[in-house]
């Protein structure tokens, strides 16, 4: 295996992550920076609430996708070792892009990308699990959480079968259940934002 080459893949696709879709589309539609706006988070849900459902879908679409090709193009490649390395620098590119100070997203959409492209059953059936949360009680963060623990708990049951695989679940679970810690602590609170709610 060439692993020069899985580094510079790797790096490609943490730059792939930087292009943040709530961002550019502030910038590009509003000539704003949505990082000053509602919850100031870089992310879908910040997009939706500010902006409307159609530059909140647009968000997820952009950062799904930039997910999902980083894994492909790392499996190609390097099978499912390019899925860990490039998916989760994808994320982190996602997270903390180096173009815009640092300062991006939580990854729940980036991480799916990812997901569904390793495991698409497993991923759907998360998919599900977060729908119903955010459906009963309107709390996108909430409904994102448990998927990330659920992810981790997933991680750590698959990670006998598959390595690789099992360790970008909880990598990828960890890191996002990291960037929820001020949901967690508003929802702890009574404080957290619903859906629908400006």
């Known amino acids: ?14 730059f792939i ?28 849900t910040n997009a939706l609430r500010v902006y409307g459902i159609k530059v909140g879908l647009a968000t997820f679409v952009i950062d799904f996708l930039k997910g999902y090709l980083c894994a492909a193009l790392g499996f190609k490649f390097f099978g499912s070792l390019g899925i860990l390395i490039c ?25 799916f990308g990812v997901l569904l492209f390793a495991q698409p059953l497993q991923i759907l059936i998360l998919l599900i699990l977060f729908l ?15 998927g990330c623990i659920s992810a981790v708990i997933y991680g750590l049951i698959y990670i006998k ?26 929802l702890i609170h009574g404080k957290e934002s619903k859906l629908g709610k400006k």
Request: glycine share 12%.
């Open 1 to 14: 295996m060439n692993y020069l080459c899985l580094i510079i893949l790797g790096i490609i696709c943490y």
């Open 17 to 44: 992550g930087n292009i943040s879709g709530s961002i550019v589309l502030s910038k590009l539609i509003y000539k704003q920076d949505i990082r000053n706006y509602g919850s100031k988070n870089a992310g879908a």
């Open 87 to 111: 998916g989760f620098l994808c994320v982190l590119g996602h997270i903390l892009p180096v173009i815009y100070n640092f300062k991006g997203g939580k990854g729940i959409a980036t991480s």
């Open 132 to 146: 119903i949360v955010v459906l009963i009680t309107k709390y996108v963060s909430l409904g994102s959480i448990l």
């Open 161 to 186: 079968k598959d390595f690789y695989i099992g360790l970008v679940y909880i990598l990828l679970g960890i890191i996002s259940l990291f960037k929820h810690r001020t949901n967690i602590n508003r």
